[in-house]
């Protein structure tokens, strides 16, 4: 089977995939370094957030509901990485011109936990994606706990 799209296309394409998978990197890496400003240029901005602290809509609850999600497991008030996501086996389909969809897994660890597994949860994100002013931003994103200790 050969490709319908040009080369142009093609490199666009890549470009676009490598965009969206840095953007749900940045992600993990907001939310664990604490820097909720940082969502800015993570979410839109009636963002839909559904995750284990629960459903947040718009990008200002999601900002607050995440701000508490780590100050709930900043178990020793270190406002250090309470905790670290690590993401993988991202398959991202792009849906349109400026839209994406894509799945990812969520591997969780809680670092500030005086004892106990290390191993918070594992799961699987369902994220859906659109470009606004040329840069790829999250619209919609559910995670699925397929494990927690």
């Not at 604490?34 to 609850?61: R, S």
């Not at 594992?122 to 699925?144: F, M, P």
Request: glycine share 8%; proline share 2%; with cysteine.
């Amino acid at each position: 089977m050969t490709s319908t799209l040009n080369q142009d296309q093609r490199l666009q394409k890549l470009l676009d995939l490598d965009e969206i998978r840095t953007l749900r990197v940045r992600y993990s890496h907001v939310l664990d370094s604490g820097k909720m400003e940082g969502f800015d240029e993570v979410f839109t901005q009636d963002a839909i957030l559904a995750v284990t602290v629960g459903q947040m809509e718009g990008l200002e609850a999601i900002k607050a509901g995440l701000a508490g999600a780590y100050d709930t497991f900043d178990y020793r008030k270190k406002r250090h990485y309470p905790f670290m996501h690590a993401v993988t086996n991202h398959a991202i389909t792009i849906t349109g011109p400026d839209t994406a969809e894509g799945l990812c897994y969520l591997l969780d660890w809680v670092t500030g936990r005086a004892e106990g597994h290390p191993v918070l949860l594992l799961g699987l994100y369902a994220d859906k994606y659109v470009r606004v002013n040329g840069k790829w931003l999250i619209s919609h994103t559910n995670l699925d706990v397929v494990w927690q200790h």
